[in-house]
């Protein structure tokens, strides 16, 4: 399962960013998909996840700005971000969990400046 990450830039604060995540290869029983983000010299912490059933879960930091959203079809999920603030500035990584394993795209690096 490969999995490509793209939308990432540089955003004022205030602005907003969308993120894309195509999952490609042989999946079976995806049960979750998400995106995570490791600022520097932080841990990865998840942002926001939505499940087979459209069950979504969000961050306290990032609840009400950020939206998660998946097309079932084609495998892909998106991360609509809103309101951005500096501390949002992060990599942020695609996350697919199916019946066979966990897997992690390259990550995009999002950088809000103030």
């Known amino acids: 399962v490969q999995l490509q990450a793209s939308g990432g830039g540089l955003v004022q604060a205030g602005g907003s960013l969308r993120l894309s995540c195509a999952a490609s290869g042989n999946m079976f029983r995806i049960n979750l998909m998400g995106w995570y983000r490791q600022a520097p010299g932080k841990e990865r912490e998840a942002v926001a996840t939505?499940?087979?059933?459209?069950?979504?879960n969000y961050a306290d930091s990032v609840k009400a700005r950020f939206t998660i959203s998946r097309d079932y079809g084609n495998n892909a999920v998106y991360l609509q971000m809103n309101s951005l603030k500096p501390e949002d500035t992060a990599v942020y990584y695609c996350?697919?969990?199916?019946?066979?394993?966990?897997?992690w795209g390259q990550g995009t690096l999002v950088t809000v400046s103030s």
């Open positions: 939505i499940t087979s059933g459209f069950s979504t």
């Open positions: 996350n697919l969990r199916d019946y066979n394993g966990n897997y």
